[in-house]
């Protein structure tokens, strides 16, 4: 009997299972695949990812395996330099090869105790007042007090709970590949500037080789993977020339096929990532909002496992981070119209273009794209109540390393309060001179703020929303 199984060993997977771990629950993790993926597609991590990151220890092992880069560019390509004033310790993107990000997000899960199996896929959902039992490929059942699919795009489980997948099917396949390219990056950058093709793009990753993105049309079957013939037969069409490119490293086609589950939970199985959620990767927000998920969901439902959740906790699971992916949904759907090329889109791009001289303008949509602009409804109060808070100084070191253990935090300038009767759950770090515009603040596991203050009786009822009742 596991507490938790999860379905689907991605990055949201692997993350969801190492927040488990973090509260001592038994997981065990489903991966159809017998072997990791072979190609080695970068993903970036966005701004809100890297701190969560952070805040779990893990960002010093990620970041060596990475590249960064300044965190600009990311709305329909458009060229703007990074904006001022963005609210973050780690105001970059962290370019890294997929595989890698999955090989130590694992690899983070499994020193803290996780089980992972490999060449196991799900074949039936039965559950009850107890749990869930799961059918494997193999005939073997297994049972689970929660199950939780993160198994991408075609989930297998979501289609077992019968949840409708509404939205709009992919009417643009697109070509996607890491390559070597024939012809200096100068000669690049005079061809593709002189273009109105905002879709294409060849971004220099060092050594020689380029990230290659280019429209597909009429290219080979859809079920079949791309061609390198397929890469410089449509870099000729859209561009003039193939860039001589070769050596392809990978090379994957993608659709703009938009997707939202209508829901995020069927009684003890849940959905996150891609199997709750599918989007074009404009502005590369896919992975990103699927570990965001996977920090959200993970203490929540390990607080439902010990017994010490709140009735309504685990509901708050769909009601913040659902319209979270209707606001990720919408901004692809129109960076996709900025990237047409027919005279209308055009017009909004240049006039979105000037705009984003503003510096307000570009910082809004920046943190669109990073998830800093997110903030969760925990009712009337301050601007603070209900967002991220960023990684301040506390003391002789930093807030982030506070929150290692996926535990709720007090941060405390007053010295007068207290987590008494809560100490199993939520730590109390006391320090007069932090970095904090506001006398105290309660951190959530997923590091939101979900109060301010310094009284001590509104304290205890929000410990009491969002961590239950007080020890005995």
Known sequence: MYDVIIAGCGPTGAMLAAELRLHDVRVLVLEKETEPVSFARVVGLH??????????????????????????????????P?????DSSYAYLLGIPQPVLVRLLEDHATALGAEVRR?????????????????LT??????????????????TVRKLLGIGFPGEPSRNDTLMGELE????????????????????????LGNGRHSVVVPATDVSDRAEPPTLDDVRRQLRAVAGTDFGVHSPRWLSRFGDATRLAERYRAGRVLLAGDAAHIHPPTGGQGVNLGIQDAVNLGWKLAARVHGWAPATLLDTYQAERRPVAEAVLDNTRAQ????????GPRAVRRLLTELMDFNEVNRYL?????????????????????????????????????????????????????TEGWADRVDHHADPT??????????????????????????DDQLSRWFGRPAA
């Open 366 to 418: 920046i943190e669109k794209i990073t998830a800093l602009g997110v903030r969760y409804d925990f009712g009337a109060g301050p601007d603070l109540l209900g967002r991220r808070l960023r990684d301040i100084d506390v003391g002789q070191g930093n807030l982030y390393r506070l929150l290692r253990r996926g535990r709720g935090l007090l941060l405390d300038r007053t010295g007068r309060l207290t």
């Open 82 to 86: 990074a904006p001022e004033g963005l």
């Open 119 to 135: 060449g196991c896929a799900v074949t039936s959902i039965d559950q009850d007042d107890e749990g869930v039992t799961v059918g």
């Open 181 to 204: 390219v024939g012809v200096p990056h100068e000669d690049v950058i005079a061809t593709t500037s002189a273009l109105a093709e905002p879709r294409l793009q060849l971004r220099p």
């Open 138 to 155: 193999d005939g073997r059942r297994l049972r689970s007090r929660y199950v939780v699919g993160c198994d991408g795009a075609r989930s």
């Open 47 to 80: 701004i809100r990812s890297i701190e969560l990151l952070a805040m779990r220890g893990l960002l010093e092992r990620i970041a060596g395996q990475g590249r960064r880069r300044p965190a600009a560019g990311f709305f329909a390509a458009i060229g703007k």
């Open 336 to 343: 996709q119209e900025l990237s047409a090329t027919g005279p």
């Open 434 to 459: 932090a970095d904090l515009d506001a006398p105290a603040v309660l951190l959530r596991p997923d590091g939101y703020v979900a109060w301010l203050g310094d009284d001590q009786r509104d304290l």
